[in-house]
T-cell receptor
Framework: GAVVSQHPSRVICKSGTSVKIECRSL??????MFWYRQFPKQSLMLMAT?????????EQGVEKDKFLINHASLTLSTLTVTSAHPEDSSFYIC????????????FGEGSRLTVL | DAKTTQPNSMESNEEEPVHLPCNHS???????IHWYRQLPSQGPEYVIH???SNVNNRMASLAIAEDRKSSTLILHRATLRDAAVYYC??????????????FGQGTRLTINP
């Protein structure tokens, strides 16, 4: 079946560095992908909508210069956390719709970022 | 986005049915009702969705009230692997942004052996 894969699953970095997280749709193409962030014991918070070939759409309160999203192909979206700080430590999850219009989203396994 | 209300937590026993309620009194006529679940340290997993009629699939059943202001996710025979946080989400039908899902707090389901 359709799968959405994220890489890396875990990453530890020093404060001030940038980290890139990849989200790939396997077996299908995704013109749209979604990025979520989840803090411990909290729900998922939608950060942005990644659109293939155009700019991402960010949710209110999410810094677009801090969280750079690139959707260069129909199977790959990347989220780059720039100049990471400890408060950016979180579980980042991407998702992509399987059949356009069905509303069924497939989610990646998530990427746990720890900023020291 | 129309909001949903779910109990923070529920507990059930293995091999017994589980009924997870969700209230969505402000649902519009074109909103779909979706259920996802999330196991610890994993991304959410699609469970089921519906519009007006009750729905069944291999994972669960979705019972939708006649006025659509509430719904119930039914796990017919819970197993330990069903322990997860279950999210009830409304999705507006439409073209622009139609597939964006906004998660609420969900219900943490505990299954006792």
């Amino acid at each position: 079946g359709a799968v959405v894969s994220q890489h890396p699953s875990r990453v530890i970095c020093k404060s001030g560095t940038s980290v890139k997280i990849e989200c790939r749709s396997l077996d299908f193409q995704a013109t749209t992908m979604f990025w979520y962030r989840q803090f411990p014991k909290q729900s998922l918070m939608l950060m942005a909508t990644s659109n293939e070939g155009s700019k991402a759409t960010y949710e209110q309160g999410v810094e677009k210069d801090k969280f750079l999203i690139n959707h260069a192909s129909l199977t790959l979206s990347t989220l780059t956390v720039t100049s990471a700080h400890p408060e950016d430590s979180s579980f980042y999850i991407c998702s992509a719709p399987w059949l356009v219009g069905t509303g069924e989203l497939f989610f990646g396994e998530g990427s746990r970022l720890t900023v020291l | 986005d129309a909001k949903t209300t779910q109990p923070n937590s529920m507990e059930s026993n293995e091999e017994e049915p589980v009924h997870l309620p969700c209230n969505h009194s402000t649902i519009s006529g074109t909103d779909y009702i979706h259920w996802y679940r999330q196991l610890p340290s994993q991304g959410p997993e699609y469970v089921i969705h519906g519009l007006t009629s009750n729905v069944n699939n291999r994972m669960a059943s979705l019972a939708i009230a006649e006025d659509r202001k509430s719904s119930t996710l039914i796990l017919h025979r819970a197993t330990l692997r069903d322990a997860a946080v279950y999210y009830c989400i409304l999705r507006a039908r439409g073209i622009q942004g139609a597939q964006k899902l906004v998660f609420g707090q969900g219900t943490r389901l505990t299954i006792n052996p």
